[in-house]
């Protein structure tokens, strides 16, 4: 059986001593988080996670979503939990006070995320769609729309999707076919079949809120006709009770790899009734503010299940005795070693920590940007955060989901042979972990977004707000003999970074291919600089400290520096090898 506890002494050192979380509570709307008491509700959040949510998740995985007759029932126990989660004012926890919320920044509510996915992932889609949804209407939806769901949703009372797929139509929404027609009272009749929605349809909450993209009649082809809809199951009456139903069902779920526990719906939209949020036409811009948010979210879920198949890792092999020690034995009243003496087993310990503690802390700096953008009022220091933030959504949905089906993969490896065995959970980890890399937009497709928009744009602006910061740090501690470790590895991967994005600029002006050829390449050496970064941060905080938790980040820090960081020297060959292996291979000779 797995066991879960929340990593809280990270958590606060990336909140308070490697970003200092009181310049966070001197935003305006902040100033209520103290560090006191953002600790005390990390603390309530991990007594959650730890003793309600994590016990559901194996059961949640075994038992799955059950439909019948376009009714959604989650496994046993996830009703009772979701109320739990509710009562305890968690669904409200990062919106604003005007609609119910608690206002919480971004840096804390994204740490109980992360206890969340590595709890029970499955459980956490729930509550991480509505939010998605808070977050579009918030910025899109007119005051009545706002008024008449926001405060329902922020309450936890109803529920909210993300309705894009179809069929047909995944990355290239252009395709999309859902149909809404304008009736004479100002609203919409939406016909059309979508696909893979997730918390599409579940008996969680009373009411679900779709928000969905579809086409109005007279709409231009591709992505620029796509409008953005709330269609909710129940329509709502005047009085803000519930009315009559809606013409949207769920016509099955997925039985699928992982997250079993999630109910993944085929919707059939006939004639339902929805409302226009924001502009005409403009429905894709609208949904990707959502997105935004959801890809961040979905980067913390690589992270959270990291982290719990790591904690998986280390316990497991403490306890397991196999072989002895190449250098000789070390627990001579045992009848053999435990496997953490072998250097391999170590190098995959961590190489987990390694990435989880170096992806915390990116997730912190960004998420610390995220809340500079949304509460700051110096307008070049929140169009710095917005640059910023588009820079690095890309980076933090690919690489931290790449990690965590890597670390989940690791944690597997350490198990042996019963990391295969669905008792022991690894599996379950694993697959679990499988689907982040997939939704919210491919990682492929995460990796175009960083290369083909975000690098080139405002002539190179977005990427100077990360590097900038860098080589200011490099610069002043680059006559340090004390962090000359830390430092002159992550200068290289700058430099291969630098000669990465030159090679590129200057390739892509001829052709496209070689753009697509690099982005997956350059989007990981990129995300490998900026854990190098983060490495070397948490490093000038440790040096002075003697405690074991601070000794235990150099140590980590080295390794990370001497045996991780130095991949960004072949991934900078692969990108400078261009296209031409890929794009001169006839399709018709794989
Ligand atoms: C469990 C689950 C939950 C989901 N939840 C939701 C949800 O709540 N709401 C929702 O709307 N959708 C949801 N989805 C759908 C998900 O977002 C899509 O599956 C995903 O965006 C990819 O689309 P696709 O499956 O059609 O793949 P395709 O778009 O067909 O892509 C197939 C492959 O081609 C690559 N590719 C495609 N286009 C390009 C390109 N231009 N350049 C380079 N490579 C390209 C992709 O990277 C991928 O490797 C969910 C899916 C699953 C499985």
């Known amino acids: 059986m797995p066991s879960y506890k929340a990593p809280l002494a990270d958590m606060r050192f990336v909140l308070h001593e490697l970003f200092d979380s009181k310049t966070i509570a001197e935003l305006p709307g902040y100033q209520d988080f103290s560090p006191e008491l953002i600790d005390s509700v990390l603390e309530e959040a991990s007594k959650l996670c730890e003793e309600v949510l994590f016990p559901l998740n194996q059961s949640g995985d075994l038992e799955g979503c059950h439909y019948e007759n376009g009714v959604v029932r989650t496994p046993s126990g996830f009703p009772e939990a979701y109320n739990a989660f509710r009562d305890g004012g968690w669904t409200a926890m990062a919106s604003s006070p005007e609609y119910g919320g608690q206002g919480m920044p971004i840096s804390s509510s994204t740490l109980v995320e992360e206890m969340l996915c590595s709890a029970n992932n499955a459980f956490g889609l729930y509550p991480g769609l509505s939010h998605g949804a808070y977050v579009a209407l918030s910025h899109h939806g007119s005051e009545e729309l706002k008024n ?8 936890g009372k109803w529920s909210g999707t993300m309705c894009l797929t179809e069929p ?6 252009g395709l999309l076919r859902t ?3 304008p009736t004479d009272d100002g609203a919409y009749k939406l016909s059309g079949n979508k696909i893979f929605i997730s918390a599409g349809e579940h008996d969680l909450t009373e009411n679900i809120i779709h928000l969905v993209l579809a086409r109005l009649p007279d709409a231009p082809a591709g992505v620029k006709g796509i409008s953005l809809f709330v269609v909710p199951k129940f329509l709502v009456k005047e009085d803000g009770s519930l009315g009559s139903r809606n013409g949207v069902t769920c016509t099955g779920i997925e039985h699928k790899m992982g997250i079993k526990a999630s109910a993944t719906c085929a919707l059939s939209f006939e004639d339902a009734k929805g409302w226009l949020v924001g502009t005409a036409n403009k429905g894709l811009a609208a949904m990707f503010t959502m997105m935004n948010t959801e890809r961040f979210s ?5 992270l959270g299940l990291a982290e719990v198949a790591y904690q998986n890792a280390v ?8 072989g002895r020690s190449l250098t000789g034995v070390k627990y001579p009243d045992k009848p053999a070693d435990p496997i953490i003496v072998h250097p391999d087993v170590r190098r995959m310990l961590l190489t987990m920590r390694a990435y989880i503690e170096g992806c915390r802390a990116l997730g912190g700096w960004v998420a610390r940007e995220l809340d500079v953008q949304s509460h700051s009022e110096d307008s070049d220091a929140k169009q710095a955060a917005d640059d910023f933030t588009a820079l690095l959504t890309p980076i933090v949905k690919a690489m931290f989901t790449d990690i965590g089906f890597e670390v989940a993969s690791l944690a597997v490896q350490c198990y042996g042979g019963h990391g295969y065995i669905r008792d022991n959970g690894m599996e379950q980890y694993l697959r679990d972990s499988r689907i982040s890399m997939l939704y919210e937009g491919t990682n492929g497709v995460q990796a175009l977004d960083l290369v083909g928009r975000k690098l080139p744009q405002d002539g190179g602006r977005l990427l100077s707000r990360f590097l900038d910061p860098v080589l200011e740090f490099i610069e002043t501690h680059a006559d340090d003999d004390d ?9 290289t991967a700058v430099e291969h970074l630098q000669v990465a994005t030159g090679h590129i600029m200057e390739v892509a002006m001829g052709n496209f291919d070689e753009v697509g050829a690099a982005s997956v390449d350059y989007l990981r050496l990129f995300g490998l600089v900026a854990l190098g970064f983060m490495w070397a941060k948490m490093a000038v905080v440790s040096l002075p400290k003697t405690e074991s938790f601070y000794q235990a980040k150099l140590g980590t820090a080295k390794f990370f520096m001497q045996r991780m960081l130095p991949q960004t020297g072949a991934l900078l060959s692969a990108i400078q090898s261009g ?3 890929m794009m001169a291979f006839e399709d018709a000779a794989f």
Do not use: F, M, W
Not at 148 to 155: C, D, K, Q, S, W
Not at 168 to 173: A, R, V, Y
Not at 483 to 491: C, D, F, K, R
């Open 148 to 155: 008449t769901y926001l405060p329902n949703i922020v309450a």
């Open 168 to 173: 047909h139509c995944g990355t290239d929404l």
């Open 179 to 181: 149909k809404a027609v």
């Open 298 to 302: 979905v980067g913390i879920q690589g």
């Open 315 to 322: 316990n497991y092999s403490r306890e397991r005795l196999q």
């Open 483 to 491: 962090l000359e470790a830390y430092i002159t590895p992550l200068q």
């Open 579 to 581: 296209s031409e292996t």
